[in-house]
């Protein structure tokens, strides 16, 4: 194994950000020094920062069944240009889903030889399929995810609160979360088909929708003891509930997205279905409530929810906001969409490293070796420039479908390098070869 150094005037490690040099031994981090040694290769970044690589736990990959909408080469590629070194996929979107053992044994075949990063796996929660759960554990998912409301696939309904009391003791016993979209439907405004109007379709998910999923989810923890996530949070109205659950002592955890940080309602223009996703981008005072519960910890990290499908599915064409598929593209994108807004409203590089790394990778399971830069640690690296800014253009898209509705865009943040275990697997222009593993757990069903 090689041994070699990187140098730079801003890591960012637990301890806060300053000078110092990473000494890489093989796979993983010998030690972080405030001197430079010598005797090995050492590449300076002078004042680029060098973060720990950021870790995706919602990344919807569509592979095996749905290639045409996204794939784990593709998936992957993108994840490594916005410095994601480890990604976690959903259960839904391909096919087979991933609600038994045979499903996540097709998904590991498919994935062979096609990662550019490491990649973990949830596994999904539907009606009927509690007695699976224990397989799928000790094959190594991460977690199971349920949707609450209608997941827009057939094949991957929604779940009842039976269901949910039948699943849950399951996952708490392998030592497992729910994950949980939470939007519990209720009476609403309909967003018709056909449809361009994009209040339209905000008004059809309202808030209290999240607000009574959550009201459900917290007492279902407090009955079965089973830790619960809460998935893509967007209506800040259910933020007291969490608190108030969070200081009780629950086993919950909160994730928002970068749509619900950066974008806002108001912003919308008719016909532009590239915003549309559930739960829906509410206005700007829900998104500075958003900020301020990052702020305060009472969400606990940032991860994409990158959901591609392809160009007739997302109905750009028409900008039909009642046929078109609900979900945003925005893997290659997330570390600089988030520090642009972040930044103006005072957070530093470690709160970033905190909120895209070593939180999602705790949660995932995976923090003996993924989101921090330390001892003995995966040497997964992002490189990148927090004063650049550049414009979003297809060339920074490489995910499947050039759709996203960051395209003409100003960022700040860009990537240089992203390191895999030691291994540069994006260069700021090209990747290197597919380097990337799974990432399984081992858990004994009970």
């Known amino acids: 194994m090689s041994v070699f150094a990187i140098r730079s005037e801003r890591v960012v490690t637990r301890g806060g950000v300053g000078p110092a040099t990473i000494v890489v031994d093989g796979e993983r981090i010998a030690s972080v020094e405030d001197t430079t040694p010598t005797g090995i290769p050492v590449e300076d970044v002078g004042a680029l920062v060098v973060s720990p690589g950021l870790v995706d736990c919602h990344v919807h990959v569509n592979e095996p069944g749905r290639t045409d909408w996204e794939g784990f080469t593709t998936a992957t590629r993108a994840a490594a240009?916005?410095?994601?070194?480890?990604?976690?996929?959903?259960?839904?979107?391909?096919?087979?889903?991933?609600?038994?053992?045979?499903?996540?044994?097709?998904?590991?075949?498919?994935?062979?030889?096609?990662?550019?990063?490491?990649?973990?796996?949830?596994?999904?929660?539907?009606?009927?399929?509690?007695?699976?759960?224990?397989?799928?554990?000790?094959?190594?998912?991460?977690?199971?995810?349920?949707?609450?409301?209608?997941?827009?696939?057939?094949?991957?309904?929604?779940?009842?609160?039976?269901?949910?009391?039948?699943?849950?003791?399951?996952?708490?016993?392998?030592?497992?979360?729910?994950?949980?979209?939470?939007?519990?439907?209720?009476?609403?405004?309909?967003?018709a088909p056909g449809s361009r109007s994009h209040r339209a379709w905000l008004e059809s998910r309202p808030p209290r929708w999240e607000v009574a999923a959550i009201e459900l989810l917290v007492e279902l923890c407090r009955t079965t003891g089973c830790a619960v996530h809460i998935v893509h949070l967007s209506a800040a109205a259910a933020l007291p509930t969490l608190r108030a659950a969070r200081a009780e002592g629950l086993p919950i955890t909160v994730e928002t997205c970068p749509h619900y940080l950066?974008?806002?309602?108001?912003?919308?223009?008719?016909?532009?279905?590239?915003?549309?996703?559930?739960?829906?981008?509410?206005?700007?005072?829900?998104?500075?409530?958003?900020?301020?519960?990052?702020?305060?910890?009472d969400i606990d990290?940032?991860?994409?929810?990158?959901?591609?499908?392809?160009?007739?599915?997302?109905?750009?064409?028409?900008?039909?906001?009642?046929?078109?598929?609900?979900?945003?593209?925005?893997?290659?994108?997330?570390?600089?969409?988030?520090?642009?807004?972040?930044?103006?409203?005072?957070?530093?590089?470690?709160?970033?490293?905190?909120?895209?790394?070593?939180?999602?990778?705790?949660?995932?399971?995976?923090?003996?070796?993924?989101?921090?830069?330390?001892?003995?640690?995966?040497?997964?690296?992002?490189?990148?420039?927090?004063?650049?800014?550049?414009?979003?253009?297809?060339?920074?898209?490489?995910?499947?479908?050039?759709?996203?509705?960051?395209?003409?865009?100003?960022?700040?943040?860009?990537v240089r390098a992203t390191w895999l275990r030691g291994v540069r697997v994006f260069d700021g222009q090209s990747f290197g070869a597919p380097t990337g593993r799974t990432q399984l757990h081992r858990h004994d069903p009970t």
């Not at 994935?111 to 224990?134: I, K, S, Y």
């Not at 700007?284 to 519960?293: C, G």
């Not at 995966?378 to 395209?407: G, M, N, Q």
């Open 81 to 191: 240009a916005g410095g994601v070194t480890t990604i976690v996929d959903m259960p839904l979107n391909c096919t087979p889903v991933t609600t038994d053992a045979g499903a996540l044994r097709q998904k590991l075949e498919a994935c062979r030889g096609q990662l550019a990063v490491d990649v973990g796996f949830w596994a999904g929660v539907v009606p009927g399929n509690a007695d699976q759960l224990p397989e799928l554990a000790a094959a190594g998912v991460l977690g199971a995810k349920a949707f609450l409301c209608d997941s827009g696939i057939d094949d991957f309904p929604m779940s009842t609160r039976d269901d949910l009391l039948a699943a849950m003791p399951r996952l708490r016993d392998a030592g497992l979360p729910l994950l949980a979209h939470a939007e519990l439907a209720s009476n609403a405004s309909e967003c």
């Open 301 to 414: 990290f940032v991860i994409s929810d990158h959901s591609p499908c392809t160009p007739g599915l997302k109905h750009v064409d028409d900008g039909d906001f009642g046929r078109a598929w609900g979900g945003i593209s925005s893997l290659s994108l997330g570390l600089a969409n988030v520090w642009t807004e972040a930044r103006r409203r005072g957070f530093a590089l470690d709160d970033l490293a905190r909120l895209m790394s070593t939180a999602p990778a705790h949660f995932a399971g995976l923090a003996d070796r993924k989101g921090s830069i330390a001892s003995g640690y995966d040497a997964d690296l992002c490189i990148w420039d927090p004063d650049a800014t550049f414009e979003v253009d297809v060339d920074h898209l490489h995910f499947r479908h050039k759709l996203s509705p960051y395209l003409g865009r100003s960022l700040t943040g860009a």
């Open 262 to 297: 950066c974008l806002a309602a108001e912003q919308i223009p008719d016909g532009a279905t590239s915003f549309k996703c559930a739960p829906p981008i509410r206005d700007e005072a829900n998104r500075e409530a958003l900020w301020a519960a990052l702020r305060a910890g």
